[in-house]
């Protein structure tokens, strides 16, 4: 069986208010073409369709547009779309009875009373588990796994299986995503990977926007995040300038996922295919942070018909200089590119930050381990030491989930 797998569209996204339609058209075209051109028996999207669960009229019609496109560019395969975190599960469902009629399920909300539901099968070629995104309290222990039987029973001629599921899975590599806590990602707390049971031979993965692969020990079975097809986020830019070979290179840009699944014992076939954005999200300057005059006098020199977004990453000792934003908004302004932010990156300077006031928008910015640092840095002189960083993240783990509860 042979898979496209990806997730993570956030259809209708904006960046710092800009409209990003044209490279998520762009984007979506690039995977129509990739579709035609593969074959694939099933098209496998992980949940975020969409950016918010409320999506605009636009971003619904790039949707169903290029449901329409997929389908047409290869009509016998089967498009199965599950709903993330970001999508709303009832909307995901609303058209499910017409888009069956061409081959197309969406699977938005979790149905205990007939897991059956979940199991789409290509007949003579595999099975499919869709699981959309369900808060942990929601899916019944043993759930993913007692659907792995299910298939199982079906599957006398032992075909391939699939699982999908939009999560965080623990040992996951979470750079690029915004950490607040060990393992919570995007308000989703990690599960291990055995909770998913054993029963897929593959396992298409949506939440984590950075592409990776997690081989499980001992068995002939491989559980992936497709990663975002276009960054969401200045952070989702993945690949190191220290990653030497091009395979490493390959292997950590936006991209979809080939899947090829033959016989239960062999180890199913990854392939990424690079979705290249139009609009490239760009960090200046791209040696690291430096001192402001020097961030605008590299931002001067940047190439006026670029369509990029910008970010600028300015070094700081004491605070940014005020006149920043306005000199940043003089130099954008003869330039295609799109200035986003001004990112002030304090250097590690002791001194600096204990006699320093610091501004309430700021503070209000900061995570409560970031203020427990540069308190203890403040009062101690010497780093917050590992053991009760540990402690502190227990503790506002246990409150987060307490003021959850309640
Ligand atoms: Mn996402």
């Known amino acids: 069986m042979k898979i496209l797998h990806t997730s993570d569209w956030h259809l209708g996204h904006t960046l710092y208010n800009y409209d990003r339609k044209e490279e998520q058209q762009d984007m979506l075209q690039q995977i129509i073409d990739i579709t035609r051109k593969e074959q694939?028996?099933?098209?496998?999207?992980?949940?975020?369709?969409?950016?918010?669960?409320q999506p605009s009229a636009s971003a619904q019609q790039l949707f169903s547009e290029c449901?329409?496109?997929l389908h047409k560019a290869v009509p016998g395969m089967r498009i199965i779309v599950t709903a993330g975190n970001h999508d709303s599960g009832m909307r995901t469902e609303a058209f499910q009875s017409l888009l069956s009629m061409v081959d197309i399920h969406t699977i938005g909300t979790l149905d205990k009373e007939h897991p059956q539901n979940h199991i789409i099968e290509l007949p003579g070629k595999g099975f499919v588990i869709a699981l959309?995104?369900?808060?942990?309290?929601?899916?019944?222990?043993?759930?993913?796994?007692?659907?792995?039987?299910?298939?199982?029973?079906?599957n006398t001629?032992?075909?391939?299986?699939?699982?999908?599921?939009?999560t965080t899975v623990r040992s996951a590599d979470f750079r690029?995503?915004?950490?607040?806590?060990?393992n919570i990602i995007g308000g989703i707390e990690g599960v291990d990977i055995?909770?998913?049971g054993d029963g897929y031979d593959y396992l298409a993965l949506g939440h984590i926007h950075r592409p990776q692969t997690f081989t499980i020990k001992d068995c002939e079975r491989l559980a992936r995040y497709s990663g975002t097809p276009i960054a969401t986020s200045f952070d989702e830019d993945y690949r190191e300038p220290s990653d030497s070979t091009d395979s490493e290179k390959r292997e950590l840009c936006h991209s979809v996922s080939i899947v090829e699944i033959g016989q239960r014992s062999e180890l199913p076939q990854v392939r990424t295919i690079e979705i290249k954005n139009i609009h490239p999200l760009v960090t200046l300057p791209t040696d690291g942070p430096r001192p402001w005059d020097d961030v605008k006098t590299r931002f001067?020199?940047?190439?006026?018909?670029?369509?990029?977004?910008i970010r600028l990453n300015v070094a700081i000792t004491d605070s940014l200089p005020s006149r920043a934003y306005s000199e940043a908004q003089e130099i954008a302004k003869a330039k295609a590119c799109k200035l986003c932010q001004i990112n002030a990156i304090r250097t590690e300077d002791a001194h600096a930050t204990t006699h320093r006031t610091m501004e309430l928008s700021e503070f209000q910015q900061m995570n409560p381990l970031d203020i427990l640092k540069q308190f203890y840095r403040a009062k101690k002189g010497v780093e917050l030491p590992e053991d009760l960083e540990k402690m502190f993240n227990e503790a506002v783990q246990e409150l987060n989930e307490e003021s959850r509860e309640s």
Do not use: C, W
């Open 132 to 154: 959309p995104y369900a808060s942990d309290r929601n899916i019944p222990e043993g759930f993913h796994a007692m659907l792995g039987d299910l298939v199982a029973e079906r």
């Open 194 to 196: 055995s909770a998913f």
């Open 300 to 309: 001067d020199a940047y190439p006026s018909n670029l369509q990029t977004y």
């Open 40 to 53: 694939p028996d099933a098209f496998l999207l992980s949940g975020d369709v969409y950016d918010i669960p």
């Open 176 to 182: 690029g995503h915004d950490q607040k806590f060990d």
């Open 67 to 69: 449901m329409a496109q």
């Open 157 to 166: 001629k032992g075909l391939p299986v699939v699982m999908m599921a939009h």
